[in-house]
């Protein structure tokens, strides 16, 4: 059977450019392509080479009502795989964000934030 994998996922932020910087800062990516997008807006794939994240950012930005995790299509969290979670988790800190919901699980160890745009992410650890 053929194998799949996830190429990317796409979504809205208010200031592509500012999410690219520390989502590079933090997960060691790299910018993979930027450029014009739908409505005079401004797309920016950040990522590594296997995978990355669409960043999008409209010519005209409404502001997010937060997670909603009971409505139909929203996105409830980005899971990030790392090597050294207290590095990243520090990195994190130190940009502002505050951390939450740690937890040690069988095979590792997690710990989520929401960033600037409403957005929770997810990193884990699997030692």
């Known amino acids: 059977m053929p194998q799949s994998s996830l190429e990317h996922v796409n979504f809205t932020v208010a ?8 989502l590079c800062d933090v997960f060691g ?11 005079d807006g401004l797309t920016m794939h950040v990522g590594n080479d296997d995978a990355y994240l669409a960043i999008y950012t409209p010519k005209a930005v409404r502001p997010s009502s937060g997670i909603q995790k009971d409505r139909v299509a929203s996105l409830n969290h980005v899971g990030i795989v790392v090597d050294d979670l207290d590095a990243v988790e520090a990195k994190i800190k130190a940009l502002g964000y505050a951390t939450h919901s740690h937890a040690d699980y069988e095979p590792g160890r997690r710990f989520y934030f929401d960033d600037e745009n409403g957005i929770e992410f997810e990193v884990v650890s699997y030692d």
Do not use: E, F
């Open 15 to 22: 200031d592509a450019p500012a999410t690219a910087r520390w």
């Open 29 to 39: 990516w790299k910018i993979r392509w930027q450029g014009p997008a739908l409505n």
